[in-house]
């Protein structure tokens, strides 16, 4: 099987501009997370996709969205980049077993985007 | 709020010996706690330990769980170059896959 993939892999750009990251989970897997690591604060949670709907999202103010489409993909978009948002940007994927969405399962991290803003 | 807790936070030990690496949590509903491995790219996935699975081998590597004192230790035997990197614990909690990460460890193993 297939790994969780990410696109793109390095991306550089300017203050207030916007940005997209993509994230294919791996094959029959549900549940897609995305987190931001940093050197200072690690690696922290931003939000979870659960059948195209955001489950659960951490503390990062509303510039951060993400979206989740039919075949599990999902996106996530950063309006108005600040210098701070330069990090490394994870994808996770979960098999999701149960109707109720609950996961007893391992998360497996994509390669990550390296985001840089100048 | 939830919390991890890694200890120590670096670590420089020689070829051959064995390594403990610690992690306290506190968490509303524990679900799982997992072990990952950092070198230079994205965290690679250890192990998971849950309430029906408090102990966990593989190969060199080892970890358990302690539920009743909230902690567990990733053991690595005979350690190798290879084995350095950042160590990172994370637990689950709640109705949710979030994981909340600890700070990590970083191991460098000298030959």
């Known amino acids: 099987k297939a790994g969780v993939t990410q696109t793109p892999r390095y991306l550089i750009k300017t203050r207030g501009q916007q940005v997209t990251l993509s994230c294919s989970p791996i094959s029959g897997h549900r549940s897609v997370s995305w987190y931001q690591q940093t050197p200072g604060q690690g690696l922290q949670f931003l939000f979870e996709y659960f059948s195209e709907t955001q489950r659960n999202k951490g503390n990062f103010p509303g510039r951060f969205s993400g979206r989740q489409f039919s075949n599990s993909r999902s996106e996530m978009n950063v309006s108005t980049l600040e210098l701070g948002d330069s990090a490394l940007y994870l994808c996770a994927s979960s098999l999701v077993l149960r109707a109720s969405g609950r996961s007893y399962n391992e998360q497996f991290f994509g390669p990550g985007t390296r985001l840089t803003v100048l | 709020e939830d919390k991890v807790v890694q200890s120590p936070l670096s670590l420089v030990v020689h070829e051959g010996d064995t390594v403990t690496l610690n992690c306290s949590y506190e968490?509303?509903?524990?679900?799982?706690l997992l072990w990952y491995k950092q070198e230079k790219k994205a965290p690679t996935f250890l192990f998971m330990l849950?309430?029906?699975?408090i102990e966990k081998k593989s190969g060199r590597l080892s970890s358990i769980l302690d539920k009743k004192e909230l902690f567990s230790i990733l053991n690595i035997t005979a350690t190798q170059t290879g084995d350095s990197a950042v160590y990172l614990c994370?637990?689950?909690?709640?109705?949710?896959?979030?994981?909340?990460f600890g700070t990590g460890t970083l191991l460098a193993v000298q030959p």
């Open positions: 849950t309430s029906s699975g």
């Open positions: 968490v509303t509903n524990f679900r799982s």
């Open positions: 994370a637990v689950v909690g709640g109705a949710t896959n979030k994981l909340i």
